[in-house]
Nanobody, 113 residues
Framework: VQLVETGGGLVQSGGSLRLSCAAS????????MRWYRQTPGKERELVAH????????DYADSVKGRFTVSRDNAKNTVALQMNSLKPEDTAVYYCNKAFTDYWGQGTQVTVSS
C-alpha cells in the first residue's frame, strides 16, 4: 500500500489549498478514505471521511462548510479542497486508508494570519 499526498504549502488566512492523495497497492474503489491532520504535541485529528463510492461523507465540526473531500476511483485519488483557511488549520495533513494503519507521509499546510 502506498499513499502519497501533494498540494500543501503556505497560504494567507482566507485562502485556499487543494490536497491530493494518490493511492496504490490496493483496490482503491473498495476502500473508504480519510484525511487527518496533526500539530506538534497533539494527537491526529480526523478531518474528513469518504466512503468507497463517495456516497457517505463526514467532516470534523471545525472544517464543515469550508473543506470538501472528493475522490476519483478511476484515477485512484482522493482530494481535500480547503477554502477559507484559518491559522488554526495549520498542521501536517495525512491521507489514510480508513480503518487501517496505512498512512501517507504527510504534507505541511501553513496558514499565516
Amino acid at each position: 500500500v502506498q499513499l502519497v499526498e501533494t498540494g500543501g504549502g503556505l497560504v494567507q488566512s482566507g485562502g485556499s489549498l487543494r490536497l491530493s492523495c494518490a493511492a496504490s497497492g490496493f483496490t482503491f474503489r473498495r476502500a473508504a478514505m480519510r484525511w487527518y491532520r496533526q500539530t506538534p504535541g497533539k494527537e491526529r485529528e480526523l478531518v474528513a471521511h469518504i466512503s468507497s463510492g463517495g456516497s457517505t461523507i463526514d467532516y470534523a465540526d471545525s472544517v464543515k462548510g469550508r473543506f470538501t473531500v472528493s475522490r476519483d476511483n478511476a484515477k485512484n485519488t482522493v482530494a481535500l479542497q480547503m477554502n477559507s483557511l484559518k491559522p488554526e488549520d495549520t498542521a501536517v495533513y495525512y491521507c489514510n486508508k480508513a480503518f487501517t494503519d496505512y498512512w501517507g507521509q504527510g504534507t505541511q499546510v501553513t496558514v499565516s494570519s
